[in-house]
């Protein structure tokens, strides 16, 4: 049993289901009354980095920025992607050596 | 600096979001999730509004109230006519069984409490000689702590009415069903947390699609939706970790060992959709004591037909969205539900109509 | 007397509810009048001394909240300020308030008193007093504890309703939100949550007064039940226009984001007693603001929208991430959620 506490409320969770040891000071994933993960900082700064090089490297692939336009998230902008019955192998670009990046 | 592990900065939603548009495919891409809280958090922050026109986003069954059958919410009630306490978590409360909820047999006089926990439910039940009973609703990431309850030596008075179920069989069986026209699925994030990103290979010899797990947070959804987009922009399709920080290939052993030691997995029915094999749990022998519906002598209603004109089986399917329902906002309100898409509180039809679903804003 | 309950006999005009009335209740009230006949006349009505000009404004509420005494008040607090908080929103200055009391046999006299001294203590923040009351008594079980009714009598220069605002108006919030639905859901016993959270519950209109003198001031409303999601929607719906808000300007505290997370409840559908919403002219918002703030309960007050025309009757969010959606008239009371 731990007390966990979420931007200064206090209750605690079981350790039942969580395979690590913990101790105060860490941060835990929490689902009704049970920590299931334990989360460190370190991975939460990597989230960061996951978004921003997904960002940078799409659009550093695309010369042609997408329509600025406000509240046109609704109108497909930008260079035509290549489509699934196209080629089967993938592009030469930068796409591919992404690709294993993620996750 | 204390990590608040929230991610919704203004910037990176834009930065996805022309992620996003780079890679918005020319024809219609049905992406389909499978998790409540996903919908939520999409729903709530408006995220639909970054997607290009191409690309719909659908919520499956990922309501574990709403795919909850109504027999089991009969026999919930019927145990609690019994006598017997019922411990429920609050968003079952209202859901609809053949006549009547959770809800309103509390205010028949029935003992039915809600808890945030299993945890709680056993607590209650040694503080009494009477009947406790816990209606054990949830997808895989619930079903460890009613394991874990069960190891921990309950006391004889103390019961569970099992209706857990797991999510991925359910999303392969979505996947054989005529129309359904799925081309990419968001994975559920704590689901994943409990089973690792390995329990969704199951369908990529059959069905080529991309399947990213996704965490809840705006910016981890527009996240994995940039990398579903370029998946199918590469022509790949498999399994990939949107959510690293919570999800591992092999996912939770600890909680996976829990419920293997005390669950077996079952045919079970799923509200709107049927009996999927394999999709659900089932008491081992050893721990058949506590199984609620030994318990009791239970007279459960006529199931009741279904509503002509109510489509919540092909919401729950992802083959519609709320507002392709004839009854959605008429007759069918959460404060006058019709189907269980608008009582659960996760259902897409409660979600779209509180928090304005797909209206273009 | 420490032990000392209330008695059928309490509530039945007699001896002693006469002794009750002047042991406890009499000296909490008596020393401010409310006119000519005051309560310490204890007759069958009292005189109010009214100004010769400006609006009168009444209202009325009854109190049921449970728990009694919960962190940061209890229903004494909780129907003083409440009645005083209708009158403020209304523009009016309060006068008087009358209170009347339905309780169950066998409530302790001391937690009566405890509620007493709450009310009189929001009322001496004001310079309000208590013009009248009632006391009833029923069997065990016939009502839950204590039941409250206040109704309440002001004055307002020129009252101002909850519907009259412009195109391009803009929304203030005088605080945090939240805070009193949270610290009550928090206090229940069954989910087992510490927190330091405190019910918002105060008079408002210390703060408000000053802030009305700005003038500029088109509607107000204090976001009770149903939260602000509520308040805001039946401002949009009345007025026929659209509240434009922007979610990251919200005030929320940290322990109520806390709460709302561990719940599954939203901080915008739960109940808040010590907060306003005003809808005020755009050039008047910086002066408003900046009024509200020189008050200690208004030291987090912010800007956080604008009356538009886009969908009238609708009250629009948009989203910390740069997403919209409508925030929409809360339904029911809030139930905890699994996942």
Redesign the interface.
């Known amino acids: 049993m731990a007390v966990v506490d979420y931007n200064g409320v206090r209750t605690t969770a079981r350790l039942d289901a969580l395979p690590d040891r913990i101790s105060p000071g860490d941060y835990v994933l929490v689902h009704t009354g049970f920590a299931i993960r334990r989360l460190s900082p370190e991975d939460g700064e990597e989230t960061l980095r996951l978004f921003d090089e997904l960002a940078a490297s799409l659009a550093a692939e695309s010369p042609a920025k997408p329509a600025q336009n406000a509240g046109d998230a609704r109108s497909a902008g930008g260079e035509p992607p290549n489509s699934r019955d196209q080629a089967a192998t993938p592009p030469a670009s930068g796409g591919s050596s992404t690709s294993g990046r993620a996750g | 600096m204390t ?1 608040s ?1 929230q ?4 910037k ?8 996003i ?7 219609t891409f049905k992406i389909v999730h499978v ?3 996903h919908e939520m958090a999409i ?12 690309v719909d986003l659908l919520e499956g069954p990922g309501c ?2 709403c795919v909850t059958p109504a027999a089991d919410i009969d026999t919930a009630i019927a145990i609690a006519h019994a006598g017997a306490t019922l411990c429920t ?3 079952m ?2 859901v609809p069984g053949s006549e009547c909820s959770l809800d309103q047999a509390r205010s028949d006089g029935c003992d039915i ?8 439910a056993v607590e209650a039940a040694r503080t009494t000689d009477e009947e406790v009973v816990f209606f054990a ?2 997808f895989e ?2 079903t ?2 009613t394991a ?1 309850i069960l ?2 030596d309950p006391p004889s008075n103390f019961s569970v009415l099992v209706s857990h179920k797991q999510v991925p069989q359910a999303m392969a069986a979505l996947l054989d069903l005529p129309d359904s026209r799925i081309a990419a699925y968001l994975a559920p994030g ?1 689901v994943s ?2 089973i690792g ?1 390995r329990s969704y290979e199951s369908w990529l010899t059959t069905h080529r699609i991309p399947t990213v ?1 996704g ?1 809840f947070e ?3 959804i ?2 994995a939706i ?2 579903i ?8 399709a498999k399994v ?3 959510y ?3 999800v591992a290939t092999d996912g ?4 996976l060992m ?1 419920i293997e030691e005390v669950f077996e997995t079952a045919e079970v029915a799923w509200r709107g959709i049927g009996r999927i094999p394999g999709s659900g749990y089932r008491l081992r022998s050893r721990f058949e004591h506590f199984d609620a519906r030994g318990r009791f002598t239970i007279a459960l209603p006529e199931e009741r037909a279904d509503v002509p004109g109510c489509r919540c089986p092909d919401v729950l399917t992802a083959r519609a969205v709320p507002t392709d329902c004839p009854l959605f906002s008429a007759r069918c309100t ?2 006058t539900p019709v189907g269980p898409c608008m009582v659960g ?2 259902g897409a039809c409660s979600i779209w ?4 679903g797909r ?3 | 007397m420490s032990d000392e309950r209330i008695t059928s006999l309490h509530g039945a005009g007699g001896e002693l509810m006469g002794e009750l009335l002047a042991k406890i209740v009499l000296p909490r009230f008596a020393h401010r009048s409310s006119g000519r006949i005051d309560l310490a006349a204890l007759d069958d009505g009292a005189t109010v001394d009214v100004p010769r000009s400006g609006d009168l404004v009444l209202t009325t509420d009854s109190h049921v909240v449970k728990p009694i005494f919960f962190p940061g008040g209890d229903i004494g607090t909780l129907a003083a300020a409440g009645t005083i908080n209708d009158l403020a929103v209304m523009g009016a200055r309060p006068l008087v308030l009358t209170l009347a009391a339905v309780i169950e046999e066998g409530f302790l006299i001391r937690d009566l008193e405890r509620i007493l001294d709450s009310f009189a203590s929001v009322l001496e923040e004001v310079g309000a007093t208590v013009a009248c009351g009632d006391t009833k008594v029923m069997p065990p079980g016939d009502v839950d504890g204590i039941v409250l009714n206040t109704t309440g009598l002001g004055v307002a220069a020129h009252a101002i309703s909850d519907t009259r605002m412009e195109l391009g108006d803009r929304v203030i919030l005088t605080g945090s939100i939240g805070d009193h639905g949270m610290a009550l859901l928090a206090a229940r016993a069954e989910f087992h949550l510490k927190t330091t959270l405190e019910s918002d519950v105060a008079p408002l209109w210390p703060m408000i007064e000053p802030a009305l003198e700005v003038g500029g001031i088109r509607a107000m409303k204090d976001p009770t039940r149903g939260g602000l999601a509520a308040a805001l929607n039946e401002m949009a719906r009345k007025a026929t226009v659209t509240l434009e808000i922007d979610e990251s300007s919200i005030p929320i505290l940290d322990p109520v984001v806390g709460l709302s997370e561990i719940l599954g409840i939203s901080p915008l559908e739960v109940a808040n007693e010590g907060k306003a919403v005003l809808i005020v002219s755009p050039g008047s918002a910086d002066a408003i603001l900046k009024a509200l703030r020189k008050h200690p309960l208004g030291t987090r007050a912010a800007i956080v929208g604008t009356v538009t025309d886009e969908y009238p009757g609708r009250v629009i969010l948009g989203t910390e991430v740069g997403g919209r959606r409508f925030l929409d008239m809360p339904l029911g009371d809030p139930v905890p959620r699994i996942c």
């Open positions: 990590p592990f991610y919704s900065d203004p990176r939603g834009r930065d996805l979001r022309d992620a548009r780079i890679l918005a495919p020319p024809e998790c409540g809280t729903t709530r922050n408006g995220l639909r509004r970054f997607l290009p026109e191409t574990p109230v978590f609050g968003d409360i209202r409490r809600t808890v945030l926990s299993v945890a709680d609703v949830g990431t619930t460890p702590m874990a190891l921990d704590h947390t409990i990103t797990v965490g705006p910016l981890d527009l996240y940039a990398l987009l370029r998946q199918h922009r590469d022509g790949t990939e970790n949107g690293p920080r919570a939770n052993p600890a909680a829990l959460p404060l509180t996760e109509f509180r928090y304005g209206e273009s804003l």
